[in-house]
């Protein structure tokens, strides 16, 4: 079992910076895949950025690409999610899930573990 909270969140205005956090307890996270997603009211949950095992493989959506950085602390057993020149369509909650394998994936359906998220709101 793995137990993953999300922190980090809050107002910023466009063009600003945020970096959201997760901390994760339980099983062998160094050996997994973590993601973060996100989801804005009315919209279904979207990708955003996923890390391998041992940081060497990062994927981004073609949205963030650029402007988000995904990295991680298996010391620490944390992900972290930098986000710079925030948009307003930015805005969502943002979930962060960890797999049962340590390679990247991009849809919820393979992550095994999610957190509670943490709002993101970017004022224009």
């Known amino acids: 079992q793995v137990h993953l909270v999300a922190s980090g969140g809050g107002l910023v205005q466009a063009g600003g910076s945020l970096r959201v956090s997760c901390a994760a307890s339980?099983?062998?996270?160094?050996?997994?895949?973590m993601g973060w997603f996100r989801q804005a009211p009315g919209k279904e949950r979207e990708f955003v950025a996923a890390?391998?095992?041992?940081?060497?493989?990062?994927t981004y959506a073609d949205s963030v690409k650029g402007r988000f950085t995904i990295s991680r602390d298996n010391a620490k057993n944390t992900v972290n999610l930098q986000m710079t020149s925030l948009k307003p369509e930015d805005t969502a909650v943002y979930y962060c899930?960890?797999?049962?394998?340590?390679?990247?994936?991009?849809?919820?359906?393979?992550?095994?573990?999610w957190g509670q998220g943490t709002q993101v709101t970017v004022s224009s």
């Open positions: 899930a960890a797999r049962t394998l340590g390679a990247v994936a991009t849809t919820p359906i393979e992550y095994a573990y």
């Open positions: 890390i391998s095992w041992n940081a060497g493989i990062t």
């Open positions: 339980g099983r062998a996270f160094s050996s997994r895949g």
